[in-house]
């Protein structure tokens, strides 16, 4: 498995780098806080792969990036600023790309980056022109994200190349009024050879009439990038020419609705919990992980795992788990249970899908830690206890609070808020606990989708503070 190098000041940042990477990617990663830091691990372990604020305390802007270029490393630079003389640094400094820190979502873009330059290795494109320095600087650009790069400089090459070689997935052609290159009849050729699907091809032109560009597309290109372009706009082409990576290929988790709702259904059944609490914890913990920073295919994933935090109560019996009055305290070691036997459940019935039973089992099993460590089962502290089982213990519990149980009451929004903000910091991760207050509006319209107390209206805006 691929080996990241972050190197990164902030603290906060580092924490968050360092449960996200884990949570939702396989990378081995080392992290730098200095340039000397560094230096060190440089030295010591080899890196594919480096992720690099360019501001270090103990050298110049810019220095880590020729550090990391003398151990063959393009970065992707995580800055807060990036300005005009950064940019025109870019080519030269062999930077693979960059990531503003300014939003939210900010480390997931890195991680969804790091994953497509690891992806690309497998992912070959073929470049056709007859000007051998302008090949060579596409050739570069192509090479620093990792892509393998064939080359032709003419079209009898081009086609030679595309009947060898299965796996080309995109084809660029440059298009100048003074190459040997007849464009259109490459593209018919290629065409005949390979559907639109397999193969994508992209013009590059200095043309900007409408006439050949529209001709380019009529014979089976599928897009054309105008000269000059920028890198941003180079890549921004070639990646919509190229099939999409994401942290989890799609947004689904590939298991059919129905098993989720069966499995609800069936924890469900022996929990006597309200019919619809699991789904409700879905779309609450969909909801979280996005204000904390996951994009949408993370965000699903930890809401669809979410419905089987109390899978392991299928194993408890029916007895203790209904009982209505006080617990004895091997009653509850028996019900604390549900948690270890959730996720070894999970193990068997997720072999198929480790990286998506990771997150199910982490949601299983630690969705009673508590951030002060005195939860179980291993008594996980703070930011030990996985990101999405901290994500569906918060709201678990306001679920609990504000609707009613057997056993009682359902309180009042204020006194759910004030039991939640009070326990931040002990029992729930204050992170997570201001992005939920701060967005409690939010949260309260997915209770009213399947609550018919009409008196709990309003309304909702997002707030990612
Ligand atoms: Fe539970
Ligand atoms: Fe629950």
């Excluded at 992720?51 to 110049?60: F, N």
């Excluded at 529209?214 to 599928?222: K, Q, T, V």
């Excluded at 199910?360 to 508590?370: L, M, Q």
Aim: hydrophobic share 40%.
């Amino acid at each position: 498995m691929a080996k990241v190098l972050i190197i990164e000041v902030d603290e906060a940042l580092c924490q968050k780098f360092q449960e996200l990477m884990r949570t939702f990617t396989d990378f081995s990663f080392d992290i730098a806080r200095t340039y000397v830091e560094a230096d060190s691990y440089l030295d010591r372990s080899r890196y594919e792969f480096a992720i690099a604020e360019t501001d270090l305390p103990d050298a110049m802007r810019g220095k880590i990036i020729a550090l990391l270029n003398r151990y063959n490393i393009s970065p992707i630079i995580f800055t807060d600023t990036f300005d005009a003389d950064f940019s025109d640094g870019f080519e030269s400094a062999n930077i693979a790309d960059y990531v503003l820190k300014n939003h939210p979502e900010s480390i997931i873009e890195v991680l969804e980056k790091l994953k497509r330059l690891e992806h690309n290795r497998n992912k070959t494109v073929l470049l056709v022109d007859d000007a051998t320095l302008y090949r060579s600087y596409l050739q570069q650009n192509l090479v620093m994200h990792n892509f393998r790069v064939l080359s032709a400089s003419s079209d009898s090459e081009a086609l030679k190349r595309l009947q060898v070689h299965f796996g080309i997935e995109l084809m660029i052609v440059n298009f100048h009024s003074s190459n040997n290159i007849d464009v259109i009849e490459l593209i018919k050729k290629a065409r005949a050879l390979m559907g639109k699907k397999d193969l994508h091809i992209v013009v590059l032109t200095s043309e900007t009439d409408s006439y050949s560009t529209a001709s380019f597309l009529r014979e089976g290109a599928n897009d054309y990038i105008t000269k000059p372009f920028s890198r941003d706009e180079f890549y921004a082409r070639i990646y919509k020419n190229t099939h999409p990576v994401e942290l989890f290929e799609s947004a689904q988790t590939g298991l059919s609705q129905n098993i989720l709702n069966l499995f609800s259904e069936m924890t469900e059944f022996k929990n006597l919990e309200t019919s619809s609490h699991i789904k409700r914890i879905s779309e609450y913990s969909y909801l979280l992980a996005k204000l904390y920073g996951m994009f949408d295919g993370e965000a699903n994933v930890v809401g669809e795992m979410a419905i089987l935090h109390d899978v392991g109560k299928m194993f408890v019996p029916y007895s203790t788990l209904s009982k209505p009055d006080q617990l004895t305290v091997e009653e509850f070691e028996v019900i604390k249970q549900h948690t270890v036997m959730g996720e070894e459940f999970i193990e068997k019935a997720f072999k198929e899908n480790q990286k998506i039973g990771k997150i199910a089992k982490d949601i299983a099993k630690y969705h009673h830690e508590r951030w002060d460590g005195t939860g179980y089962p291993e008594g996980l502290l703070a930011r030990e206890i996985p990101i999405a089982a901290r994500i569906v213990s918060l709201v678990d519990v306001f679920d609990a609070l504000i609707n009613e149980r057997i056993y009682k009451e359902a309180w009042d929004l204020e006194d759910v808020l004030f039991y939640i903000e009070e326990h931040s910091g002990t029992q729930f991760d204050p992170d997570l606990v201001r992005l939920f207050v701060n967005n409690i509006e939010c949260f309260m319209n997915v209770l009213r989708k399947y609550d018919l107390d009409s008196s709990r209206n309003g309304f909702c805006r997002l707030s990612k503070e």
